[in-house]
Every structure is written in C-alpha cells, then in structure tokens.
C-alpha cells in the first residue's frame, strides 16, 4: 500500500540554524500539506500546496517558513533560522483529487532545537 | 471558543466493550469531518472520512455527524487490545486546511 515518507526521522539543530525537512508524498496525489503536533498539544496546519504555490498558510507559517516541490517526488519544508519552539513532530500529508479531507499522513520528523 | 473540542480522557474499557468517541466545534461551516487514530510518536492514520452529515460504517467503526448539535461521534465495536491509541477528530470547511482536536486516549484492556 502506497504511503508517506519522511526523513529524517529525527533531527538536532542548534538555535539559529536552517533546517530542510524531505517528505515523498504518495505517488499519484496532488495536494500535499504540513503540519506539526508540539509534544502534548494537537496537531496544528502549517501550509497546504497545490499546483506548484501556496494554496493556504497558517499564522505559523511565518517567513522563517517555506515550503518547496524540488522534482516530482519530493516535498521540502525549510525553517531558515530555528528556535527553540519550533521543536516539535511534524508531519507531511497527501491528498489525492478526489475525497477533500482525506489526507495521510507520514511518520514524521521530530525536530529538535537546542 | 476553540474550533474543535475533545476529551483529553484517558478513557479505560474492558476488551469487547463499544467505545464512543466525541468532538465539539463552533464553526457550522464544517463540512468535512474526519476521524485519525495515532499511536505514540507516530503519524495520524485516517480511520473516518464523513462529508456533510449523517452516519458511515467501516467494520468495527462508526461515524455519526450532527450537525445541528455540532458534534461528531465515532463508535467502536467489540474493541480490541490493539485499538488502544489517541484518537483525533480532525474538522475542515474547505476539505483542506484541517483542524484537530487534542486527541482521547483509549486504553482497552484484555
């Protein structure tokens, strides 16, 4: 059964540094999303992507934010100067054309900012 | 108010029980309501997808939208060991952008 990936599984990162998250969305899918779930809070939406743009941001989703489809497989989100709340899982999701709504999701990088 | 309201739980039933799972939310604009099931330190997995309202049935699982009440409820039959996870309700208008509530934790012992 097809299904999301994500690496790294974890990653460490000093205060201020620039971090790229990789996601492979599942193959035939067009609508591709991130989301983070700080340790004991819910799931929050980041950004959603479709057709090569942003098609909707969160306030999260602030400029030290962006996102990026590099070739045909893979999905980035880069976080250009981290901090140290921007610890936390997160997680890309897929979507095919059809069923709006039904995402899946990947296992998720936990990042960690020291 | 916050979007979308759930039960923290833990919520504890003995093996064979029917479990009801609730969530909450204030915008009558939902349209797309969806339940996830998430082991610790793992993805959410999509168990339910329900557009608009009404019941929809999956084996074990069942899900139910009010929307006049704004609440949605999942059911699970003859529970098992192995259904003892968090349990996400996830509420969109668009069908894109999703908002979770925090999860119920399910325990179900043998």
């Known amino acids: 059964e097809p299904e999301v990936t994500q690496t790294p599984s974890h990653q460490v990162t000093q205060m201020g540094q620039e971090v790229i998250l990789r996601c492979v969305p599942i193959s035939n899918h067009l609508y591709f999303y991130w989301y983070r779930q700080i340790l004991g809070q819910k799931v929050e939406f980041l950004v959603s992507?479709?057709?090569?743009?942003?098609?909707?941001k969160s306030e999260i989703f602030d400029d030290q934010f962006s996102v990026e489809r590099p070739d045909g497989s893979n999905f980035t989100l880069k976080i250009r100067s981290t901090k140290l709340e921007d610890s936390a899982m997160y997680f890309c999701?897929?979507?095919?054309?059809?069923?709006?709504?039904?995402?899946?999701f990947g296992p998720g990088t936990r990042l960690t900012v020291l | 108010q916050k979007e979308v309201e759930q039960d923290p739980g833990p919520l504890s039933v003995p093996e064979g029980a029917i479990v009801s799972l609730n969530c909450t939310y204030s915008?009558?604009?939902?349209?797309?309501f969806m339940w996830y099931r998430q082991y610790s330190r793992k993805g959410p997995e999509l168990l339910m997808y329900t557009y608009s309202s009404g019941n929809k049935e999956d084996g074990r699982f069942t899900a139910q939208v009010d929307k006049s009440s704004k609440y949605i409820s999942l059911f699970i039959r003859d529970s098992q060991p192995s259904d003892s996870a968090t349990y996400l309700c996830?509420?969109?208008?668009?069908?894109?952008?999703?908002?979770f509530g925090k999860g119920t934790s399910l325990l179900v012992t043998p």
């Open positions: 996830a509420i969109s208008n668009s069908g894109y952008a999703l908002n």
């Open positions: 915008n009558s604009a939902f349209q797309y």
């Open positions: 999701a897929s979507q095919g054309g059809a069923n709006l709504g039904t995402q899946y």
């Open positions: 992507f479709y057709n090569n743009e942003i098609s909707e």
